[in-house]
C-alpha cells in the first residue's frame, strides 16, 4: 500500500512502512472480527451492511477465493511442516507469533493453549466458520475452557514444552452431526425404506399386495442444534461466542480479545520468520 501524504509503501499484511519517508514506522492495528454474517447478524441488531457499487457490480468475483487458490504461490517455505496454501490464524503477541492451523482448530476447539507466557482461548464460533481469540484470564487468574457438554478433563490445553490432550471436541462434534443425520425426516424415511424393501425381497419374489404394504412411518423430527457455550473450570461460569460470561459467578465479565489474521500458511510464514506453529 502507498499512502497519498508522504509516498510512502507499507506492507499489508504488517502494516510496517517499508519503504519512503516513514520506513520503520507501523500502522496501529485495528481490532476485527472475521465472521459469516449469519454469525454477525445474530450479535449485530442495528449494523450496517456495505453496499455495492453499482458500476463495478460486474467486476465483483463470487469465487474469488477458490480461483486464487488455484494460482501458483510468489513464495515458499519447503521442509516446513504445512502447505503453502493451507489456511492458519496466526497472531502474535509479546514476542514470536503463533500460527493455528485451520483444520486443526475447527476438529479440536476451543483450543487453550499459551504464546510467550500469555493463556490464549482460541475458539471456532457455533456456525464452524467464524473464530475470536482471547486472553484466557478471569480476574487476573489464568483459566481453561472447554465446551458445554464436554468433561472438563477433557479440556484441550499445550504449553511450549508439551502438546496438548486428545481432542475431546472431534468424537463430540462427530457424535452431534451423526445424530443429526441420522434423525433427520429423510434420513429416517430412507432408512426405513430401505430396511423394510430389503426384508421383503429376502422373503418372497411375490409382487406386494396393498394388504401387505407396511404401514407409513412418522419421520423423525430433526435435533435442534445444541446452544454454543463454553465453561470455565475454575469458577463454573458459562461464556458465549463473544467472551462474555452469561451465567454464574462471572456473570457480565468479559475476556480480553488478542488480534488474530486467518492467512495462507507461506504468506504468514513470509511476515513471521519465526513463527510456531501449533501443535496437537
Given at each position: 500500500m502507498r499512502d497519498k501524504e508522504t509516498g510512502t509503501w507499507?506492507?499489508?499484511i504488517t502494516g510496517k512502512a517499508i519503504s519512503g519517508p516513514l520506513k520503520g514506522a507501523s500502522l496501529e492495528l485495528v481490532l476485527s472480527d472475521e465472521l459469516t454474517f449469519g454469525e454477525w447478524k445474530s450479535e449485530v441488531s442495528d449494523g450496517k451492511v456495505l453496499a455495492e457499487v453499482p458500476k463495478y457490480v460486474k467486476e465483483y468475483d463470487s469465487n474469488w477465493e477458490p480461483e486464487v487458490a488455484k494460482y501458483p504461490v510468489p513464495i515458499s517455505f519447503p521442509g516446513t511442516e504445512l502447505k503453502s496454501r493451507d489456511i492458519v490464524v496466526g497472531l502474535q503477541i509479546d514476542g514470536p507469533g503463533r500460527a493455528y492451523p485451520w483444520d486443526t482448530l475447527v476438529k479440536q476447539s476451543p483450543?487453550?493453549?499459551r504464546v510467550n507466557g500469555t493463556p490464549l482461548l482460541v475458539a471456532v464460533g457455533p456456525d464452524g466458520k467464524s473464530f475470536r481469540?482471547?486472553?484466557?484470564?478471569?480476574?487476573?487468574k489464568d483459566a481453561e475452557f472447554f465446551l458445554k457438554g464436554e468433561a472438563e478433563g477433557e479440556a484441550k490445553?499445550?504449553?511450549?514444552?508439551?502438546?496438548p490432550a486428545a481432542p475431546a471436541a472431534t468424537a463430540?462434534?462427530?457424535?452431534?452431526?451423526?445424530?443429526?443425520?441420522t434423525t433427520s425426516p429423510a434420513a429416517a424415511t430412507v432408512k426405513t425404506t430401505d430396511t423394510k424393501v430389503d426384508a421383503s425381497a429376502a422373503k418372497t419374489a411375490t409382487p406386494a399386495t396393498p394388504s401387505s404394504t407396511p404401514p407409513a412411518t412418522t419421520p423423525a423430527a430433526p435435533v435442534p442444534?445444541?446452544?454454543?457455550?463454553?465453561?470455565?473450570?475454575t469458577t463454573a461460569s458459562e461464556w458465549n461466542f463473544q467472551g462474555c460470561a452469561?451465567?454464574?459467578p462471572s456473570l457480565g465479565k468479559c475476556l480480553d480479545r488478542v488480534?488474530?489474521?486467518?492467512?495462507?500458511?507461506?504468506?504468514w510464514r513470509n511476515y513471521h520468520h519465526d513463527t510456531t506453529v501449533y501443535k496437537r
Open positions: 507499507w506492507q499489508q483450543v487453550v493453549d481469540v482471547f486472553v484466557s484470564r478471569i480476574d487476573g490445553t499445550e504449553t511450549p514444552d508439551a502438546k463430540t462434534a462427530a457424535k452431534t452431526d451423526t445424530a443429526v443425520a442444534p445444541k446452544p454454543w457455550i463454553l465453561l470455565d473450570a452469561i451465567a454464574g488480534p488474530a489474521l486467518k492467512d495462507y500458511w507461506f504468506d
